[in-house]
Every structure is written in C-alpha cells, then in structure tokens.
C-alpha cells in the first residue's frame, strides 16, 4: 500500500512539473527511484524498531518514526544532491528542506490514517464481544424453567438422570459465561449441542427425534462458540415443541471445497411470523460475528423448502492447533 500511495503521488508531482506536455517522465522516474528508496529502508527501519516503538506512548512514537523518516530522507538527499551536482560544497539546502517538510507531512498523513484504522479495528473487536455478549447472555428464561421442573420431576424417579441433566445443564452455562474465547474446536461446540438435546429430550421425550451427520476430521474446526447450539435451541422451540406430533431436528456438518458447511433443519412452524422473530436474534448476533472473524467468506442463510426450514452456515476450512 505504501509503494502504491507513494507512486501515486509521484505520478501527480510529475504531472504538475511538466509545463508543455501532460507528463515529465524523467521528473517522473527521477522521483520515483528516490521515494521508493526513501519509502523502503524508512519501512524497513521501523519495522526493525517495532518492538521498542511499541512500548512508546503513540505521540512518543509518532515523534520517533516521524525523525527516522526525516533523518532516511536527508540522507538520500544529500546522496542524490551529490550525485546530480557532483560540485564540492555545493549543496540545495533549500530543495532538501522542502523534501524534508513534506515528507514530514506525508508521514504525519500515514500515521493518522493508520491511527484510525486502529481505532476502527478496536471498534469492530468491541461491537463483536458485544454481540457474543449479547447472544451468551439469551439463555432463555423459559428453557432455563423448563429444564428445571424437568429435573424436579426427575429427582424422585431416576436420581441419576437427574443429575446428569444437572451437570448438562451447568455446562451450559459455563459455556455462555465463557467470553474471552473467539474460535473454539467444533467438537467442543457440538457437545454442548447434544448436552442441550439431551435436556430438551426429557422434557420432550419421543416427540424429539434426532438425525446427526457429522463428517470425520473436523473435530478441531474453528468456530466462535454459540454459533450452532442457538441455532438448534430455535430449531426445538419454533420447529418441535409447538407441534403435538414433534418433529425431527437435523444436523449436518460436511466438509467441500475448501469450507465446512452446517445445516439444522427443523419442521417448518404453521406462524411463520413467530419463526421470524425468534430467529432474529441469534441469526444477526451469528452474522455479526462471523462477518468480523472471517469476513465474506463465511455465509449464514436460511431457507424454506415445502415443510422444512433450513438454516445453513458457511466457514472457512480452518484449524485450531491441539
């Protein structure tokens, strides 16, 4: 980018130089093998200085690569100066002063551009722990009731599952009280899915039927956490539960061309309207998240097709190291 900018800049000084023609083109490459040694081993110089410039408040810093730019452009200049007119002491002080000044301004120009790209880097990275925030926080009040009446019931009956439902149930919400992971393993994600169907499915019994389809190998897929449990939460309550013959849940996760692709499909509710407003939340805070991590290259969509909704999610082929 820097080469680029600068070679345009150039471009334009050649432009306005020419007087009798639209361009100077020995001005033109002149100029351009100076700024792009200048704009080079200044780079390389502050790359060198990166870790010492990092522990620099940002206008100590900004003052620092401001001089080693000043200082490499003098130095150039005075080499080229030497070179165009090779007369012993005979120097342009007045054509490197205004070199200096504007590259001086230049780099001022860059370093602020590069400051509020920062800050809007930072902005981002706050938007999205807001929305997994946000999404970590919708434990549904009515699950959250459901299941514990389902393990009251229990307690007396089969103590045993009732514990497991317990445990099952902490899970979850260690896993939305758990913020400061970005991407997890997509094995860590589908168990906490099935902790999920495992609660739902002793409150639902054999109304709940499951169809999983799990290609092997992508056990340590990148995924931001709560991406599918919410998905398959709502495929249960907009898809199954209001219906008195329940319904089948599927999930599938295969792996082709270079993405993985997740798929929860659900009964179609008879009010669509409902499915809409349940699915909102989630579908946009899964959006959001997945567009700062992975950019347009992770797709979430959702479909109908006759009595079948369908939720599909897109991700890069990317592995998490053990």
């Not at 342009?92 to 200096?100: C, V």
């Not at 589908?190 to 499951?210: F, K, M, N, T, V």
């Not at 797709?299 to 897109?314: A, E, M, N, P």
């Amino acid at each position: 980018m820097l080469l680029i900018t600068s070679e345009l800049l150039v471009l334009v000084l050649a432009i306005v130089q020419a007087s009798d023609r639209w361009i100077d083109w020995n001005y033109f490459a002149l100029l351009s093998l100076f700024v792009q040694w200048t704009t080079l081993t200044s780079a390389a110089l502050i790359c060198l200085l990166r870790n010492r410039l990092a522990r620099l408040s940002a206008p100590r810093a900004t003052l620092a690569i401001a001089a080693i730019v000043v200082l490499d452009v003098l130095a150039f200049s005075l080499f080229a100066d030497s070179v165009l007119h090779p007369q012993p002491g005979v120097i342009d002080w007045q054509a490197i002063i205004k070199k200096l000044l504007l590259a001086l301004l230049i780099t001022l120009m860059v370093l602020r551009y590069f400051y509020l790209q920062h800050q809007w880097q930072q902005q981002q990275e706050a938007e999205m722990q807001s929305h997994l925030a946000a999404l970590q926080a919708r434990i549904q009040p009515h699950f959250l009731f459901n299941s514990m009446n389902t393990i009251a019931s229990l307690i007396a009956s089969n103590p045993e599952q009732a514990e497991d439902a317990v445990l099952d149930l902490s899970e979850l919400f260690r896993a939305s009280l758990r913020t400061s992971d970005q991407l997890i393993p997509l094995a860590r994600e589908l168990d906490l899915c099935q902790r999920y169907l495992a609660i739902e499915s002793l409150r639902l019994g054999p109304r709940l039927a499951l169809d999983w389809s799990i290609d092997d190998g992508l056990e340590r897929q990148a995924i931001p956490p709560l991406t599918l449990q919410p998905l398959v939460e709502n495929a249960v309550y907009h898809g199954v539960q209001p219906r008195p013959e329940g319904g089948t849940v599927r999930i599938k996760v295969e792996s082709r061309g270079g993405f993985v692709y997740l798929m929860v499909q659900n009964p179609k509710p008879e009010d669509h309207s409902d499915l809409h407003s349940g699915n909102r939340m989630a579908l946009s805070n899964i959006h959001a998240r997945l567009q700062a991590l992975f950019g347009e290259s992770a797709v979430l969509k959702h479909s109908h097709q006759g009595d079948v909704y369908t939720v599909t999610l897109r991700l890069p082929e990317t592995r998490l190291q053990p």
